[in-house]
Every structure is written in C-alpha cells, then in structure tokens.
C-alpha cells in the first residue's frame, strides 16, 4: 500500500547530520548508541498527518508514494529542513545581563531568552553573540524512515494530531463520538487559540464536523472527618 497526501502514518526515523552523527531519531536503541539518550523522552514511532507540515517540508514530500514496512534514506537540503541560517536570529547581548541572573555566559551553552532558545556562540568585552536559529539550520541532512502503519481509527488519529498540535502533557483526553470531538486538556485552552486547532483538525480529518474543549478539574480529595477537624466549625 502506497501512502499519499492526508494519509496519517506511524512512522519511524532517524536523523543524521551529514558527518553522519545522529542528532534526532525515534528509537531508543539508535539515541544510546549515538550517546544521545535522554531519559525524560519516550522513544516511539509518531503518528502525523502527511502533507500538513507535521514532518520536515523534504520529508512530507518524499514519503508520498512510498510503501509500508520499507526502510529509506532521504537526504535534504536546508531549505527542505530546518531552513537556511537567518542573521536576524544571531543577536548580540550585553554580557552583564547574564550574569545578573547568575548565568556564567560561555561559547556552546544554550540559554533561554524572552522565551527563545539559543546557543552561545562568542563571548567578547562586554557583549554575548546568541545564535537563536535551529541548531541544524543550514546544514544538510539525512533521514532513514520507516512508515509501520496507515492509521484509520478517527479516535487514534485525533488524539495524535492534538498532542502533537498542543503538547502530549497538555492533553488529559481524547474522545470521538458521531463525528464530534471532546477534548479534555488540563489547562484551559486560550479561546482565540480554539477555533485554530479546529480548523487545523478538520482539515487532516474532515469526517470530524465539531470539536469541544473542556478543562479537566480537580477532584478535590475526600475529606475525613475527626474530633480535631477544624474545618467542621
């Protein structure tokens, strides 16, 4: 079975720098090899929604056409992955103001600033040159993906979208009944954010004709009751 445009696909892969050092990879065994295991993170296959930018732009291309169950390599340019090098991203900032936040600012430490990512490149005088773009932008790169499966369950492929879309912590639950989806989050979601993601959802899955969303609420723990309760007066 060939996949094609809209399809959602589980899919395997692993990311090599053209040094062939891997950066990104879906398998647990590949990311200890390469001596970039993180334990925080589940390695697992992803489900996504061909064609609607949940891939790198040469991977969402590419994986048209191809079949199930086959390993292949696909090599990109920057401009199919993480874009070219931009300079408005490289930005200098006074070096003091890292060490007002007890920050020691040296060349390869990554910084979170005004909520951006970024990697120290130069520390000079009194200012700090922060490189803010993708840490693979400009370079090429190379893929090995392996799509396991065509996902048809609607229940499957929605909670995949909005965990993807919103974040897999955000999400309590996912429910799909005649046609209608109930999201259950465990913040609230910004109302002028909704109607985005509903637009977004029923265009990877257009069988779905309404998405609600209701915040989880706390289940309040219950209370005994004893002679020196305070909170019975």
């Given at each position: 079975m060939q996949i094609k445009e809209n399809d959602f696909i589980e899919i395997d892969y692993t990311g090599k720098l053209d040094d062939n050092i891997i950066f990104d990879t879906?398998?647990?065994?590949?990311?200890?090899a390469a001596g970039i295991f993180n334990p925080k993170t589940t390695y697992k296959p992803m489900i996504v929604c061909v064609g609607h930018g949940q891939l790198l732009k040469g991977i969402d291309k590419e994986i048209v056409g191809k079949e199930l169950n086959t390993e292949y390599t696909i090599e990109l340019k920057p401009e199919e992955g993480f874009g070219k090098?931009?300079?408005?991203?490289?930005?200098?900032?006074?070096?003091?103001?890292?060490?007002?936040?007890?920050?020691?600012?040296?060349?390869?430490?990554?910084?979170?600033?005004?909520?951006?990512?970024?990697?120290?490149?130069?520390?000079?005088g009194g200012r700090t040159l922060v490189d803010f773009n993708h840490p693979c932008a400009g370079k090429d790169l190379i893929y090995t993906v392996n799509v396991k499966r065509i996902v048809t369950d609607t229940k499957e492929k929605a909670n995949a979208f909005?965990?993807?879309?919103?974040?897999?912590?955000?999400?309590?639950?996912?429910?799909?009944?005649?046609?209608?989806?109930?999201?259950?989050?465990?913040?609230?979601?910004?109302?002028?954010?909704?109607?985005?993601?509903t637009e977004q959802l029923q265009k990877c899955i257009?069988?779905?004709?309404?998405?609600?969303?209701?915040?989880?609420?706390?289940?309040?723990?219950?209370?005994?009751?004893?002679?020196?309760?305070?909170?019975?007066?």
């Open positions: 879906t398998s647990e065994e590949a990311a200890k090098k931009k300079g408005d991203l490289l930005q200098l900032i006074a070096t003091p103001k890292f060490r007002k936040h007890g920050i020691n600012p040296v060349p390869g430490l990554q910084v979170n600033i005004d909520n951006m990512i970024g990697i120290i490149r130069t520390v000079t909005l965990k993807m879309s919103l974040g897999e912590q955000i999400i309590k639950n996912v429910e799909v009944k005649d046609k209608k989806v109930e999201v259950t989050t465990l913040m609230k979601m910004p109302e002028e954010l909704q109607p985005k993601i257009p069988e779905i004709t309404e998405v609600h969303y209701l915040e989880a609420k706390e289940k309040k723990e219950d209370h005994k009751h004893d002679e020196n309760c305070t909170d019975c007066d």
